[in-house]
């Protein structure tokens, strides 16, 4: 039986990862951090396609937090088998870096870096054969603005990515002998809520014009890529960052 752990899974890309998760054959935890019933809504889904799952409170960038969801998992789902490091903040409202402070930058790092490490880390010593697990998969979400730095935006959020990537790398080198595959999906411009939250709702539809296709991305395409690269038919895929950004 497969068991994935999906950060930040109430809404957006990690709704529709989780949703699809169940309907290929996986149980799934359902992690969020302020929206119960939004988490709800998403496991109620999980248990339509016939999964089981379970619904988490968790603040990624809380290591305490971490460890009690992960133990969690362990006993109300059993021995997990892929992790999906979701969960990020941007920052809200956009900025440009002369307008950043020392508070707001660590709380983005601690929640989309510190946290996707340490929720790496809980996973490895889970699956890792070094550690008597049976293997598994790791699929961190990052972002085209990791190449593309989102200027007059949010650099850090995209700074924040280019950290996900360099872990993508070096870690999938680090546990490919322990049966681990480690990899990552850079989005690009997708209709999520996380352009309302920065104030601007119709960014998805505004922007849509600078990528090749013409139309921004839906939760349910980048789902498709996350949920392949985590099943055993991306078995000879391991150290792969996918671009899933309508061609930018």
């Not at 362990?74 to 941007?90: F, K």
């Not at 660590?106 to 790496?120: H, S, Y």
């Not at 293997?135 to 924040?160: E, F, Q, T």
Request: glycine share 10%; aromatic share 4%; hydrophobic share 50%.
């Amino acid at each position: 039986m497969s068991v994935m752990i999906v950060t930040g899974a109430s809404r957006g890309i990690g709704a529709a990862t989780a949703r699809l998760a169940a309907h290929r054959g996986w149980d799934v935890c359902v992690n969020y951090v302020r929206d119960r019933a939004s988490a709800e809504r998403v496991a109620q889904d999980v248990r339509a396609a016939g999964r089981r799952a379970l619904v988490v409170q968790a603040d990624i960038a809380d290591e305490e937090a971490v460890l009690r969801m992960f133990q969690a998992v362990g006993v109300e789902l059993g021995a997990i088998s892929a992790l999906v490091n979701n969960a990020a903040v941007s920052g809200a409202v956009r900025h440009r870096v002369e307008q950043m402070n020392a508070a707001s930058v660590n709380a983005l790092l601690a929640a989309n870096v510190t946290g996707a490490i340490i929720c790496a880390r809980e996973a490895i010593l889970r699956m890792s054969t070094k550690h008597g697990g049976a293997g598994g998969a790791i699929v961190n979400v990052s972002s085209a603005s990791s190449r593309l730095g989102a200027p007059n935006l949010w650099v850090d959020y995209a700074a924040s990515k280019g950290a996900i990537d360099t872990l993508t790398i070096g870690l999938a080198i680090e546990v490919a002998e322990e049966g681990i595959r480690v990899n990552a999906v850079r989005p690009g411009l997708i209709d999520t809520g996380i352009h309302a939250a920065a104030g601007m709702p119709d960014r998805a539809i505004r922007d849509a014009k600078y990528i090749p296709m013409k139309r921004a991305g839906s939760p349910d395409e980048v789902a498709e890529s996350i949920v392949w690269l985590a099943s055993p038919a991306a078995s000879y895929v391991s150290g792969a960052i996918l671009d899933v950004a309508g061609g930018r």
